[in-house]
């Protein structure tokens, strides 16, 4: 293998890294920051542009003066905070250590491809705390169940419509008026119903995005971090509409 081949390997290599990253959930400075971490353990230096949906990145030899240009587009994927951490010590590894193309490929294969949490796991968990933020704002035991089993309903079709490869915005109109019409149930009761419908979709609420286009933006990646501010808002556009197609079935009932 000559060394050009070998800089397009390891450029190749470094685009898809990254591009894992942000699709995972990582802000903008860490993404960049493990790209030239990686690049530093090759002797190889690193120039990275991450947009919102596509990185550009360039690799140079300063050394043999050889340089490599890729771009990639980020896929989405669901966010996994331990896999973040675990892609960020792998770069770490590959800088301390100085890991081989080969090992560091195995290792970050391993990574990916670890099994994600179990599907059935996750609604259970975020029925529960749904049902604890109900309970937080003033919920009463019944509106608590109500509130589980709505957002339970709603999380499965999210996860349905995903695997379907929906348009996310559609995603999560329907889920919220799923979710909240189930949760309009208690109104039947003589129980804390408007809490249980304004609790019913805290489960979609874009807290990720919404963290990291602030943090983009204070660090000074202000296009990405912009982005995903717009993305957000938009998403919680989608919200507030799926939650206000129940209130106009249910009105009657509030008033």
């Known amino acids: 293998m000559n060394a050009n081949e070998s800089l397009v390997e390891v450029a190749k290599f ?19 920051r493990s790209a030239k971490r990686i690049g530093e353990s090759f002797d190889l230096v690193v120039k990275i542009s991450v947009f919102q949906k596509n990185i550009i990145l360039t690799i140079y030899d300063e050394e043999t003066k050889e340089a490599y240009s ?32 080969t090992e560091l490929k195995k290792r970050y294969n391993e990574i990916i491809s670890a099994p994600r949490m179990n599907p059935l796991f996750v609604l259970i968990l975020a029925g529960f705390a749904n049902a604890s933020f109900c309970r937080l704002f003033g919920g009463d035991w019944c509106s608590m169940g109500i509130v589980f089993s709505a957002t ?50 805290l489960y979609l609420i874009p807290g990720v995005p919404l963290i990291n286009g602030v943090i983009d933006i204070v660090e000074g990646y202000i296009l990405t971090g ?23 079935l249910v009105k009657d009932s509030l008033i």
Not at 14 to 32: D, F, K, L, P
Not at 81 to 100: C, I, K, P, V, Y
Not at 226 to 241: G, K
Request: net charge negative.
């Open 152 to 201: 339970i309903t709603g999380l499965f079709l999210k996860q349905q419509m995903q695997i379907q490869k929906y348009n996310h915005y559609i995603i999560f109109i329907v889920s919220a008026f799923v979710a909240s019409l189930c949760s309009s149930t208690a109104l039947i009761f003589n129980t804390t119903s408007e809490i249980a419908l304004a609790t019913s979709v």
């Open 70 to 101: 890729e771009v990639i587009d980020i896929p989405a994927y669901p966010i996994s905070f331990e896999r973040n951490s675990e892609l960020s010590a792998l770069s770490w590894e590959a800088h301390d250590e100085r890991l081989s193309l």
């Open 14 to 32: 470094i685009a898809e890294y990254s591009a894992y990253m942000m699709g995972n959930g990582v802000h903008t400075s860490r993404v960049v």
């Open 226 to 248: 912009c982005a995903r501010l717009i993305d957000a808002l938009l998403l919680v556009v989608c919200i507030a509409i799926g939650l206000s197609f129940t209130l106009l």
